[in-house]
């Protein structure tokens, strides 16, 4: 088994996997302000909470798009299992082909996605990940990285959008009964859910014109399954996609004895 580490601005994503299942998922806050003691605390307390044997846990691996929590993550892993974890970045194996300016500049959280996308999906086609940002990387007929659009993510915006008005106050991400809304609150749930979703919708569009064919969609990130299901296009939502990618890439660098 190892322990796999997806970091993100908002939530850190932890699994306890091997190569052919996930054990188990779970989310907790990312704050690089805390100490690799509380951090591993904390991960020993799930661990223990969910019955995984952590002599059994041979390694780790983390993808993270906030640097500091690397090192933190890495001295966890290396306290509690006794070795030391990959990091995805540049030097790591992962057989994509990146064909863009700059590959170091490719965030670990698109690299991971696009590696379990090729592995489980059709290409060439387009992958959305809807976090702290939202990110659409499109993937060529040959699995080759061509691009990633990236803006404002769903709650970011939102969050913008009432702390900016003074009549608007937040609410909840439920589905509205009508485009057209009655009330504010139907009016703001509609452009949450209806909006994001026509915005996808347009840029799948315009990615389609650009590639010429897609043949996959695939749709994670934890606000993805209130969107998605209002898409035109058809989505394929896939919550588990960068725990996979980080599955893939573990193993392809490590053999099953654990050594490097």
Same mark, same amino acid.
């Given at each position: 088994?190892? &322990? %796999?580490?997806?970091?993100?601005?908002?939530?850190?994503?932890?699994?306890?996997?091997?190569?052919?299942?996930?054990?188990?998922?779970?989310?907790?806050?990312?704050?690089?302000?805390?100490?690799? $003691?509380?951090?591993?605390?904390?991960?020993?307390?799930?661990?223990? +909470?969910?019955?995984?044997?952590?002599? *059994?846990?041979?390694?780790?691996?983390?993808?993270?798009?906030?640097?500091? #929590?690397?090192?933190?993550?890495?001295?966890? !892993?290396?306290?509690?299992?006794?070795?030391?974890? &990959?990091?995805?970045?540049?030097?790591?194996?992962? *057989?994509?082909?990146? %064909?863009?300016?700059?590959?170091?500049?490719?965030?670990?959280?698109?690299?991971?996605?696009?590696?379990?996308?090729?592995?489980?999906?059709?290409?060439? #086609?387009? !992958? #959305?990940?809807?976090?702290?940002?939202?990110?659409?990387?499109? !993937?060529?007929?040959?699995? $080759?990285?061509?691009?990633?659009?990236?803006?404002?993510?769903?709650?970011?915006?939102?969050?913008?959008?009432?702390?900016?008005?003074?009549?608007?106050?937040?609410?909840?991400?439920?589905?509205?009964?009508?485009?057209?809304?009655?009330?504010?609150?139907?009016? #703001?749930?509609?452009?949450? +859910?209806?909006?994001? %979703?026509?915005? &996808?919708?347009?840029?799948?569009?315009?990615?389609?014109? $650009?590639?010429? $064919?897609?043949?996959?969609?695939?749709?994670?990130?934890?606000?993805?399954?209130?969107?998605?299901?209002?898409?035109?296009?058809?989505?394929?939502?896939?919550?588990? &996609?960068?725990?996979?990618?980080?599955?893939?890439?573990?193993?392809?660098?490590?053999?099953?004895?654990?050594?490097?």
């Amino acid at each position: 088994m190892i &322990l %796999a580490f997806d970091v993100g601005n908002t939530n850190i994503v932890m699994g306890v996997l091997d190569e052919k299942k996930t054990y188990f998922l779970t989310r907790f806050a990312t704050d690089p302000g805390k100490t690799w $003691e509380e951090y591993a605390v904390l991960v020993k307390n799930i661990l223990e +909470i969910r019955g995984a044997d952590i002599d *059994g846990i041979e390694g780790g691996i983390i993808s993270s798009v906030v640097p500091p #929590m690397n090192n933190i993550l890495d001295q966890v !892993i290396r306290v509690l299992t006794g070795k030391r974890s &990959l990091i995805v970045g540049p030097g790591l194996k992962t *057989g994509l082909n990146i %064909a863009v300016g700059d590959p170091a500049e490719l965030g670990a959280d698109l690299v991971v996605g696009a590696v379990a996308a090729i592995a489980k999906y059709e290409a060439p #086609m387009l !992958i #959305m990940d809807l976090g702290t940002a939202t990110t659409i990387s499109a !993937i060529g007929k040959d699995r $080759e990285f061509l691009g990633v659009i990236i803006f404002p993510g769903v709650k970011i915006s939102f969050d913008a959008l009432v702390g900016r008005t003074a009549l608007l106050s937040s609410i909840s991400y439920d589905e509205p009964a009508n485009v057209i809304g009655t009330t504010t609150t139907d009016s #703001m749930q509609s452009g949450l +859910i209806y909006g994001n %979703a026509a915005m &996808l919708d347009g840029l799948v569009d315009r990615c389609i014109e $650009e590639m010429g $064919e897609v043949k996959s969609i695939v749709a994670t990130g934890g606000i993805s399954s209130r969107i998605v299901p209002h898409c035109k296009h058809k989505i394929e939502f896939d919550d588990d &996609l960068l725990i996979d990618g980080l599955r893939i890439i573990y193993y392809k660098n490590v053999k099953k004895s654990g050594k490097k």
